[in-house]
């Protein structure tokens, strides 16, 4: 679930399953590291709706507290489970947000470049922020 949230709030409207891996070693079945999760958001030419619906809604500026509270119910979740899960991942995002937009500017050479990255910071802050609000999430 973590990893599904995630990827909306990002601006990777090209999240799905294929995206997404388990592995089993020693008898447990983990979820593999990440991949192909980019921020698809920030090119208009691409589509700006999710891969997949969240509680029937995949157009990120209208998704509400009530589509994440029906995707609990779709996937046999707690809604409350749901908007913990949303939180931490927020605050992790908003967290992990400067320290590698500090260390990609290192390797940055291009103006383009940091137009790019700028342009995805500003989208995921603006993103978390409207996500926080339409949750309720206290900041």
């Known amino acids: 679930m973590p990893a599904y949230q995630s990827t909306d709030m990002v601006g990777n409207m090209d999240g799905h399953a294929k995206n997404l891996s388990l592995m089993t070693h020693g008898g447990r079945t983990r979820l593999t590291p990440f991949y192909d ?6 090119y208009p030419s691409l589509s ?7 509680g029937g809604e995949n157009r990120p500026k209208w998704m509400m507290l009530r589509h994440w509270e029906r995707f609990a119910l779709e996937t046999d979740t707690k809604p409350q489970l749901v908007k913990n899960v949303m939180a931490d991942i927020i605050m992790k995002i908003e967290s992990a947000l400067p320290i590698v937009t500090a260390a990609l500017r290192l390797c940055v050479t291009m103006t383009d470049e940091l137009l790019m990255m700028d342009n995805i910071q500003k989208l995921i802050v ?11 999430i206290k900041a």
Do not use: E, G, I, R
């Open 48 to 54: 700006q709706k999710f891969a997949f619906k969240n």
């Open 37 to 42: 999760m980019l921020c698809t958001a920030v």
């Open 126 to 136: 603006l993103s978390l922020t409207d996500m926080k609000d339409k949750l309720k």
